[in-house]
């Protein structure tokens, strides 16, 4: 019994599986070309009786000439009232036409001067900022040019006292002669202690420098918070 149950278990399985699967749709695979007789059917339309096209195309030539009827004879009723007087309200259409035409022109007019009008306001708006402008870079370049002009002036009067290629020794006496320092030190106070001016010829030996001997904060204040003659400065 257990033999049998185990060799009829695959076959239950397949059969199961067989039930589950849809069944496919009856026709022609996607993959497929069109068939034939779809592909080269031509569709033949009947004849038609020949009292069957003799009734549409009389159909066809009375409808023609009913609107050709119509026509003429509405153009004869519209000439009958404008004869019979009744053209006054075209003549009225007419004239509010040629009114309206007017006065569009009339405000086309008004417009064109409204916007001269303010087109020249901006113009002249525009014209007094860039005169204004101008005025005040012409008032700038002229305030630099007499500052500038000082300048020269004065550059030309210390021009004077250059050193130049012919005046070179008498300005290296005259530097000799008129030694100015600008050296100083301050102490923790904040006092100022100008160096003496230089020795033109050192007398003697120089002495050495030693430790903190000659430190301008440990001698006795001399020239405090005394700059340069001014002579000497220049």
């Not at 153009?75 to 309200?89: C, Q, R, S, Y």
């Not at 050296?183 to 100022?192: E, F, Q, R, T, V």
């Not at 120089?206 to 000497?232: C, G, M, W, Y």
Request: hydrophobic share 35%; charged share 35%.
């Amino acid at each position: 019994m257990l033999l049998n149950r185990c060799l009829l278990s695959p076959a239950s399985s397949n059969s199961s599986t067989l039930n589950r699967r849809r069944t496919p749709k009856p026709g022609k695979p996607p993959i497929l070309p069109p068939a034939k007789k779809v592909l080269y059917k031509v569709v033949h339309p009947p004849w038609m009786k020949p009292e069957d096209v003799k009734e549409l195309l009389w159909r066809r030539h009375t409808y023609n000439n009913a609107v050709v009827s119509l026509r003429k004879v509405f153009k004869k009723e519209i000439e009958a009232k404008e004869a019979a007087g009744l053209g006054i309200e075209a003549q009225s259409e007419k004239d509010d036409l040629n009114e309206l035409i007017l006065e569009n022109e009339r405000r086309n007019n008004e417009a064109a001067l409204k916007r001269e009008r303010q087109e020249k306001e901006e113009y002249e708006k525009m014209k007094a900022e860039f005169l204004g402008y101008i005025e005040k870079k012409l008032s700038a370049q002229a305030q630099n040019a007499k500052e500038r002009t000082v300048e020269v002036k004065k550059m030309i009067e210390e021009s004077q006292n250059f050193v130049t290629k012919e005046n070179m020794d008498e300005k290296l006496k005259e530097a000799l002669e008129n030694p100015v320092v600008f050296d100083y030190c301050i102490d923790l106070h904040g006092n100022k202690f100008y160096d003496p001016l230089p020795m033109k010829y050192v007398e003697g030996t120089p002495t050495r420098q030693k430790s903190r001997a000659f430190d301008r904060s440990l001698v006795r204040p001399r020239n405090i918070e005394k700059p340069p003659p001014a002579s000497a400065a220049m």
